[in-house]
């Protein structure tokens, strides 16, 4: 029997008769991470990782009846051991290993391998088979180093303020947006965030993540001059609505693995890209399978057919599980 089976509700573990990640509600739930295509309301019970508590409470309701292990606490359910480990995607995100009869299999959730600072970095977890995303997925997706990425979004920053420009910088709320606050150089200039943005640092600064002052920009005047020495954070779905006309005369960019492709920028209509992803890269994707020793390899979605044909032709058993996850921040923006 396998360990996990795909199944309408989402990915089951039979012996165990619960769920991980579900996209249809389930009287038990084992979620990785709290990004809406992982963690959805309506189902009876929640476990999951710690340090996660604080964004599913504040992103699906305080209501929600949930449970919680510290990375490497185990738990028995039905035969089954279960216990979560770091990976390094967002505040609380977490792979999760099951034990059973002597096998062992690891589901991965969303995963980064670079260490960020603004939650705990990945953890390798050996099993016999590994469940593995892969958003970015093809050999072109290299990503530069996060410190060069931060020097060019300061450099950036720098010369909006020295030309009297606003500069506002789309990023997803969760994760990514605390990232690039944990990253920069504060010291440039005043930092104002959007409605969406501002919840989830509190959440992230409550988890003991360092990040810079941040002021609510729908509190700030329109023709206040603070605005022309600013970084603006703002969720992808602000751009081109009224809410960006309180800032002027402004410069505008986009923080994303996608922003890697020309062609993607320019879709976006933006000014500047930064390539910057809390997804693993090719190179990343292909450490973190071998780390794990499997000889299984189930990939959930992104570039699915390339990187299952790559690890067959290392020797390795890989198929592909139907998912629907990616309907939040690992897509490619829409035009």
């Known amino acids: 029997m396998d360990l996990v089976v795909a199944r309408p509700e989402g990915l089951y573990c039979p012996p165990g008769d619960f769920y991980i990640d579900p996209w249809r509600p389930v009287e038990r739930s084992i979620i990785t991470h ?54 390094g ?45 892969s958003t970015f997925g093809l050999p072109i997706y290299r990503w530069p180093s996060q410190a060069e ?9 720098r010369a909006n303020a020295a030309a009297g420009k606003a500069s506002v910088l789309f990023a997803y709320a969760f994760g990514k947006a605390q990232r690039i606050l944990h990253g920069i150089d504060a010291s440039i ?23 810079p002052p941040t002021r609510y920009a729908g509190d700030i005047a329109r023709n206040d001059p603070l605005l022309r020495q600013a970084l603006i954070l703002a969720p992808p779905s602000a751009g081109g609505s009224t809410w960006m006309r309180r800032f002027g005369d402004y410069s505008d960019a986009f923080a994303s693995g996608w922003m890697l492709l020309r062609g993607t920028r320019r879709r976006r209509g933006v000014d500047r890209g930064f390539a910057l992803s809390d997804h693993a890269d090719w190179p990343g994707l292909l450490w973190a399978i071998e780390q794990t020793g499997a000889e299984r390899v ?13 690890l067959r032709e290392q020797g390795l058993d890989a198929r592909a599980f139907q998912t629907e996850y990616g309907d939040e921040d690992d897509v490619e923006p829409s035009p």
């Open 34 to 87: 709290a990004h809406g295509d992982h963690a959805r309301r309506g189902n009876g019970h929640y476990l999951a990782a710690a340090p996660g508590e604080g964004i599913l409470r504040s992103r699906l309701g305080d209501d929600i009846r949930l449970q919680t292990l510290a990375y490497g606490e185990r738990l028995e359910h039905h035969g089954v051991t279960l216990s979560f480990h770091p990976a």
């Open 89 to 133: 995607h967002v505040l609380g995100s977490a792979q999760v290993r099951l034990e059973y009869q002597g096998e062992v299999w690891v589901a991965s959730g969303d995963y980064k391998v670079e260490p960020d600072g603004t939650c705990a970095p990945f953890e390798p977890v050996r099993c016999h088979t590994f469940i593995s995303e």
């Open 149 to 157: 990425i931060f020097a060019g979004i300061d450099a950036w920053w």
């Open 189 to 211: 200039g005043p930092i104002l965030v959007h409605g969406a943005v501002e919840p989830l640092n509190e959440v992230y600064r409550a988890g003991g993540v360092h990040l």
């Open 298 to 310: 189930m990939v959930t979605h992104g570039q699915v057919n390339v990187l299952v044909r790559h």
